[in-house]
């Protein structure tokens, strides 16, 4: 596991000195110049030697030093001499073996602030014992070649450059090998000062250590105590850089900040760091460092990397690039806080793959500075094993700052084993706005399962933050999605900050096995809001979508826009206020945008509800796209509700569909009120056809002390086909359906309109305004009823205005008569009455006379005789000119004759025609000769009286 620092006493010192002086692995190799700068051979370095002469000139901030092995034996010391005006050391190794560091190197002259670089490509190892006490920073490098700018290089392998040329500050390290040799550290040196202390690897205050090298690990070494290395820059920089091949890895030195920087070809190499604290935390009220790293992959175990302030200024950032992955697991932690008014740092991570299993990103403020933030940017990005990303505000300051920003991008990410991802605010907040956000975005999926989370939480005054996830597919599996206020003390004024909200954008989003996507507030700060876009489909299976008041903040609102709805086995989507939620608050409301819901489970549903005194919210149907119908698939008695419990106002259900609206199957919409509070109504428009079929319901009722509510429909046409419209009171009033048809009311099957009425109280009232009412015949034991009955109250009155109603008439509805029935009565009070105002048709209304004289005959074209044309006279049997004069009689004229005479048939003597007829003139022209000619012209040709003229005359 990961440790911050590690303090041991003297003992400890002297058991690590007994270790290795007993191993077999002790090395004892010493320092060898190697003839190329006038560095003179230290002798041994047991227990010290020092490192004089090298290659420099008065003015060159530079010193130069070439061996041909370096390496410090256990326990000795290495000093190298320089003088005040030298600003770089730098130390090659031009032999073949590795640099073996088991014991202190170390500089004269501590305040001189001069930086050491150790340069040696065939590989550089610390040992337990190896450790540093240098007053500048450290560079270690398997790199062949040090770059001065445009002066020249400091190579392994040339030996001949002319080092007093070279004045400028190193400005990259060169790779010429195939493949770089490894920097191995396992130090777990005391520090020089403070030997029970131990400090491992350790560069003074604001400055910098970097190792550069091919593969680079941390390990513990053979034999040696159960304790982390440590490796520290305290408000300085580590950084730590692999690369594989042939490189250039520029290096910039800013005054004591030195860092990398790599081109976007570099082939780089793995960092592997187990047992180990990386810390560049800052003292006393000085600002913590920065840790960056740089690789192919790394893998993080029992590790940490840790940027902490503890005073006024700010924590450090840590950054993580690799091309490969990042594993993060064992209990390592990655963390920047700030415990002061500095603000903190932020944490980077950028790689193919992220994993963490058992492992933690922290960004933290403890005191009155903001949190940092937390990026990460992969192909994959898991987290197992009770893994966290956190953002935390957590102070018992007056005045506390504001929560960091989690980011996440990635194509998939999954969190398994209890991980998750958090952000809290608590304490009193010097702004009350949020913040931040958990913002993640995923190209192909995001997965929550076994117990994970995303939670967003304040506690304080601040706002808490948001949550904002991006996906074409969501799983959530016995995990939760949720936001909360929560109060710290006895009363609710702890908690006044708002409550996050949770905003989904997916296409397909699944709940299982209890998951839950949640929004409460148990403070005087309202709840968030919950919300699913543009989604395919939204399924629930045993789980809940909620928001929830118990105090005096109001619930959040739940807002879902999809086209298909499935909830399942229980699971629910609900709004409520709880029996302790103030009478000021109110619970959240819906607002679903939805073409098909299917319910299925008797506990299955969506509920707005409160418990107390505080008022229930409304829910809202819509359809997801314009122009498509509402369809509600009920099975097993799921629901629809809004209801009271308690002395609060029961919530409203309002269905806006012009495209029609069908609920079908075993289950229901309904108000409720079972305590004292009125139940709200029930208000369904639309434009097309409402259906209730195959024994769904829609019913209000006021089943405790309270009022029920009023069921209102406007639609084209309804359609009850075993199904019902019901409106029921037990003590209180109200109760009443109104439905305002414009083409038909159909009833059909065994289906029900009742405003129905218990104990005393009196029933209610059922107006239909429709232009036809037609029941069919019925398929069930009882019919298909109008009713407005009551026990021992009053019955209510039944309002029809219709033009006309087919199958149905008043008369008693009783159970099993098989009748269409339409009744208003009651069993021991007062019948109520019953209203039919239908049409009554007026014969005349509407009719024109005929007109009694003839009309003008209008002037014919000269048809001749010959054509189809008839005329056929029917005798006295014609109509009278108009309905109020009495028929003519139907009686014959006939010729009498003598007894046995018959009656002559007529001669027909078929005579020729021979008068010419005349032809009216239409119109006249001039000839050649100027005569005028009178014209006539053809009549219409579909008519069966023709004339044809080829002249004029």
Request: hydrophobic letters at 35%; charged letters at 15%; aromatic letters at 4%.
């Amino acid at each position: 596991m990961f440790s911050k620092k590690s303090v041991f006493g003297v003992w400890v010192f002297i058991k690590i000195i007994g270790c290795h002086l007993l191993s077999p692995e002790v090395v004892w190799s010493q320092v060898i110049p190697d003839g190329t700068t006038p560095t003179p051979n230290p002798g041994s370095c047991l227990p010290s030697c020092t490192i004089e002469g090298g290659t420099s000139t008065p003015t060159n901030p530079n010193l130069f030093h070439s061996f041909e092995q370096f390496s410090v034996p256990t326990n000795g010391i290495v000093i190298f001499e320089h003088g005040p005006t030298i600003r770089n050391i730098v130390a090659r190794v031009t032999g073949k073996n590795s640099s073996d560091i088991d014991g202190l190197i170390r500089t004269s002259s501590l305040n001189n602030n001069a930086n050491l670089f150790l340069i040696n490509p065939n590989g550089i190892s610390f040992g337990p014992r190896g450790g540093l006490d240098i007053g500048g920073s450290f560079i270690a490098t398997t790199a062949n070649v040090i770059q001065f700018g445009e002066q020249g290089l400091f190579s392994t392998a040339d030996t001949d450059s002319e080092l007093a040329l070279l004045t400028v500050d190193p400005t990259a390290f060169l790779f010429t090998q195939d493949t770089p040799q490894p920097i191995v550290n396992q130090s777990i040196a005391p520090n020089p000062d403070l030997p029970f202390l131990v400090d491992g690897l350790r560069v003074e205050e604001g400055r910098s250590l970097i190792l550069l090298g091919g593969n680079i690990t941390f390990e513990r070494a053979p034999n040696s105590l159960n304790i982390d290395l440590p490796i520290r820059a305290p408000g300085g920089r580590i950084e730590l850089g692999g690369v594989r091949n042939s490189s250039i890895v520029s290096l910039d030195i800013n005054d004591d900040a030195l860092s990398l920087s790599y081109a976007d070809n570099t082939i780089l190499a793995d960092i592997t760091i187990n047992d180990t604290d990386i810390d560049v935390s800052g003292l006393s009220n000085n600002r913590a460092g920065d840790i960056t790293i740089t690789a192919n992959s790394l893998s993080l175990n029992s590790s940490g990397l840790l940027s902490d302030s503890f005073g006024t200024e700010n924590a450090g950032n840590i950054s993580i690039r690799t091309n490969n992955f990042v594993t993060i697991q064992d209990g390592s932690l990655v963390s920047s806080t700030s415990f002061d008014s500095g603000t903190g740092g932020n944490i980077e991570v950028i790689a193919e793959d992220i994993s963490l299993d058992n492992g933690s990103l922290s960004v933290t403020a403890r005191g009155m500075g903001d949190a940092g933030r937390i990026l990460l940017d992969a192909e994959t990005i898991s987290l197992n094993a009770e893994s966290s990303i956190r953002s935390d505000v957590d102070s018992f300051a007056e005045m506390v700052g504001n929560v960091g920003e989690i980011r996440i991008r990635t194509n998939i990410f999954s969190l398994s084993g209890e991980s998750r991802v958090s952000i809290l605010t608590s304490g009193e907040a010097m702004s009350l706005e949020a913040s931040s956000t958990v913002n993640i975005e995923a190209k192909d999926s995001i997965s929550l399962v076994d117990r994970s989370s995303i939670t967003s939480e304040t506690r304080g005054r601040a706002n808490a933050s948001n949550i904002e996830i991006s996906t074409p597919e969501l799983v959530i599996d016995n995990s939760a999605i949720s936001a909360s206020v929560n109060e710290e003390g006895d009363d609710f004024s702890d908690a006044t900050g708002q409550g996050g909200t949770i905003e989904i954008e997916t296409q397909v989003v699944s709940l299982l096995n209890s998951a839950q996507i949640t929004s409460n507030t148990s403070g005087d700060g309202d709840a968030g809001a919950i919300s699913i876009r543009d989604a395919e489909s939204v399924s629930l299976s045993n789980s809940i979508i909620s928001t929830e008041t118990s105090a005096l903040g109001n619930g959040g609102d739940i807002d879902i826009t999809t086209q298909q709805l499935t909830a399942s086995a229980g699971a629910n989507i609900s709004a409520a206020a709880t029996n302790t939620a103030a009478a000021s608050a109110q619970s959240g409301n819906f607002t679903l945008n939805i073409n098909q819901i299917d319910l299925s489970g008797q506990e299955t549903g969506l509920f707005a509800a409160t418990q107390g005194a505080a008022a229930a919210g409304l829910i809202a149907l819509n359809s997801a796209n314009a122009g498509e119908a509402l369809t509600i698939n009920f099975q097993e008695g799921a629901q629809i509700s809004a209801a009271t419990s308690g002395s609060g106002d029961g919530g409203r259900v309002v269905a806006l569909v012009p495209e029609g609206i069908t609920l079908t199957g075993n289950g229901s919409l309904s108000t409720r009120s079972t305590g004292a509070g009125p139940a709200g109504d029930i208000d369904i428009q639309t434009n097309g056809q409402f259906r209730v079929q195959n024994g769904a319901e829609v019913e209000v009722s006021g089943e405790g002390t309270g009022n029920s509510g009023m069921l209102d429909v406007i639609a084209e046409t309804v359609v009850l086909n075993d199904g019902k419209l019901l409106a029921s009171v037990q003590a209180g009033e109200d109760g009443n359906i109104n439905l305002e048809i414009e083409d038909a009311l159909i009833l059909r099957g065994d289906s029900l309109i009742s405003a129905e009425a218990f104990n005393t109280a009196n029933g209610g009232n059922v107006n239909i305004t429709t232009p036809f009412i037609i029941a069919l015949s019925p398929d069930g034991p009882n019919g298909n009823d109008i009713q407005a009955i009551a026990r021992q109250g009053n019955g209510g009155r039944i309002a029809i205005q219709a033009n006309t109603l087919f199958g149905i008439e008043e008369n008693k509805a009783t159970l099993g008569n098989r009748t269409n029935d339409i009744d208003a009565s009651s069993e021991a009070g007062i019948d109520g009455e019953v209203i039919i105002d239908t049409l009554q048709v007026d014969p005349d209304e509407g009719i024109d006379p005929l007109p009694s004289s003839l009309a003008a005959p209008e002037i014919s074209q000269g048809c001749q005789t010959g054509s189809n044309g008839q005329f056929i006279a029917t005798g006295q049997g014609g109509l009278p000119s108009n309905p109020y004069e009495p028929l003519s009689s139907d009686g014959i004229q006939e010729d009498i004759y003598p007894a046995g005479q018959t009656l002559p048939q007529p001669v027909s003597t078929q005579q020729t025609d021979t008068t010419e007829t005349l032809i009216e003139a239409q119109g006249w022209n001039r000839d050649e000769q100027g005569n005028i000619v009178l014209l006539a012209t053809t009549p219409d040709t579909h008519s069966s009286c023709q004339v044809t003229l080829n002249g004029a005359f």
